[in-house]
């Protein structure tokens, strides 16, 4: 299987954790959570093949697995993805968002509630429902793995400008690009992006099976202009692949150390609970993942026998914390804060000497190093010594 060029939470750091059929870890979850004002996070998943009365399927789930959270624990983020306007009429979107806000009935002032959509999703109609249920971000899926130089972005741009109506939806993207992405379009593409006023854009080419070595070098090549892109205009970088304005609040979060790259992204690490709900969702609690089936069928089955549709946990050993906590410095920040000579030395023997920088107490990324971080984070998966403190 070839290694996806850009970076991510499945490529990057999952591979590190494992799982077990009867992990002790799983009584992570099933422990009752103790009150709390730590903040958390919901994400409902929602596949693109339509999942018949989905919306009740996830209050049924919810109630099922009210022993691992705290309903009047505070929410600070709530995102519907994958499909959600394929998967629920707005009825069942209108109908949900109620029902959840029943079972999670603390909202901070300051919490997000985002939908993920394409570009065709942006019409009036859809973006009525949003904003009249509290909807306050968006984030755009493009699929631009086939663009040629002239392809039109008319199509984006009226759907861009149909949101700017609005003025009321923080905005990212997601862009997957290949190797017969034109550099013209991506070009264009970021662009216009910018232009209205998008605060985080993210860069996807996680391909699967072979390619040739032209493929990945026009992939590699093309990657190395979008980081040179975003450098040129003062964005931040985290990973190799996402990025965000000056203006997000990513750039205090990095300054803090309250970063850490997740499944859902650049977070802050003061949530520490992340609740998944749906088919093939994805939950984090007390530094365990838990992971829904991710079969239709066997999530409604398992359902209708009263039974949460979880399929496996998992957790990180503890011989692996060091790779995870260096592996979290380069995505975050592009460096790993240590003047540990032994650190140097192993990192010394991993990398070539071209992709990173090491002083006395600091190891930084080159903009080499930072285009081959895939890499790098695939070479951190060997052992290293646990004496370790970075």
């Given at each position: 299987m070839q290694r996806p060029l850009t970076t991510g939470f499945k490529s990057s750091l999952f591979p590190l954790y494992e799982t077990h059929s009867d992990a002790p870890e799983a009584e992570v979850f099933n422990t009752p959570m103790p009150s709390s004002i730590e903040p958390m996070g919901i994400n409902i998943y929602c596949p693109r093949q339509r999942v018949d009365d989905y919306e009740h399927l996830i209050c049924q789930e919810v109630t099922l697995r009210r022993t691992h959270y705290n309903r009047h624990q505070p929410v600070s983020s709530v995102w519907w993805l994958g499909s959600p306007l394929q998967q629920f009429s707005p009825e069942a979107i209108t109908e949900l968002c109620f029902r959840l806000s029943s079972y999670f009935s603390h909202q901070r002032e300051d919490s997000t509630r985002g939908m993920e959509v394409t570009p065709m999703e942006l019409n009036p109609n859809n973006l009525a429902l949003m904003k009249g249920l509290n909807f306050n971000a968006i984030k755009i899926n493009i699929d631009a793995s086939v663009a040629s130089g002239d392809r039109s972005l008319s199509n984006i741009a009226a759907a861009l400008q149909i949101l700017a109506d609005y003025q009321s939806f923080n905005l990212s993207c997601v862009?997957?690009?290949?190797?017969?992405?034109?550099?013209?379009?991506?070009?264009?593409?970021?662009?216009?992006?910018?232009?209205?006023?998008?605060?985080?854009?993210?860069?996807?080419?996680?391909?699967?099976?072979?390619?040739?070595?032209?493929?990945?070098?026009?992939?590699?090549?093309?990657?190395?202009?979008?980081?040179?892109?975003?450098?040129?205009?003062?964005?931040?970088?985290?990973?190799?692949?996402?990025?965000?304005?000056?203006?997000?609040?990513?750039?205090?979060?990095?300054?803090?150390?309250?970063?850490?790259?997740?499944?859902?992204?650049y977070l802050d690490t003061r949530i520490s609970l992340w609740l998944g709900f749906g088919v093939a969702a994805l939950s984090l609690k007390a530094g365990n993942y838990q992971y829904n089936t991710p079969s239709n069928d066997h999530y409604v089955a398992l359902l209708k026998r009263q039974k949460p549709p979880i399929s496996r946990h998992f957790y990180l050993p503890s011989d692996k914390k060091t790779n995870v906590r260096i592996i979290q410095a380069l995505l975050c920040g592009h460096a790993i804060e240590s003047s540990n000579p032994q650190l140097s030395r192993q990192l010394s023997a991993l990398l070539p000497g071209e992709w990173v920088t090491i002083s006395a107490d600091k190891i930084a990324l080159s903009k080499e190093g930072v285009i081959n971080l895939s890499t790098i984070c695939n070479k951190l998966f060997a052992p290293l010594d646990q004496s370790e403190k970075t």
């Open positions: 862009i997957k690009f290949s190797e017969q992405s034109h550099a013209n379009f991506i070009d264009r593409l970021l662009n216009l992006l910018e232009a209205s006023h998008c605060t985080h854009i993210e860069v996807s080419n996680q391909q699967g099976g072979p390619v040739s070595i032209e493929e990945q070098q026009a992939c590699q090549n093309q990657l190395a202009r979008i980081n040179q892109h975003f450098a040129d205009v003062a964005w931040r970088a985290c990973g190799n692949n996402s990025f965000f304005a000056p203006c997000h609040s990513v750039g205090n979060l990095q300054k803090e150390l309250k970063l850490e790259a997740g499944p859902w992204g």
